[in-house]
């Protein structure tokens, strides 16, 4: 499991250095949002575990507060690597902690 701690993430490259340091994406990215979106669909940097890989999101309120369209291209990101790995046996789920 990956935690991304959004926790006083107050603008974009804030978001994309969270990102990078939580979640150790490669060296590769791009910090874009196309970017995030690729590394999300290619998780070979991210080892599978047994019954697929969680991601939980925590402190997201204030950056959804602040940023909300930033916040909707985040959640849709999020929500098609879901569905890209979607039924395979190295499943993402992806928790937005509350």
Avoid: Y
């Amino acid at each position: 499991m990956l935690v991304l701690d959004l926790t006083d993430v107050g603008d974009r490259q804030a978001f994309m250095d969270r990102c990078t340091a939580d979640l150790g994406l490669p060296d590769w990215f791009g910090r874009n949002w196309d970017a995030l979106a690729d590394c999300l669909t290619d998780l070979s940097w991210w080892p599978a575990e047994p019954g697929g890989r969680r991601l939980h999101v925590r402190g997201w309120h204030g950056f959804a507060s602040a940023l909300p369209r930033e916040w909707r291209i985040v959640k849709d990101i999020l929500r098609d690597a879901e569905l890209f790995w979607r039924g395979t046996d190295t499943e993402l789920r992806v928790v937005l902690e509350e």
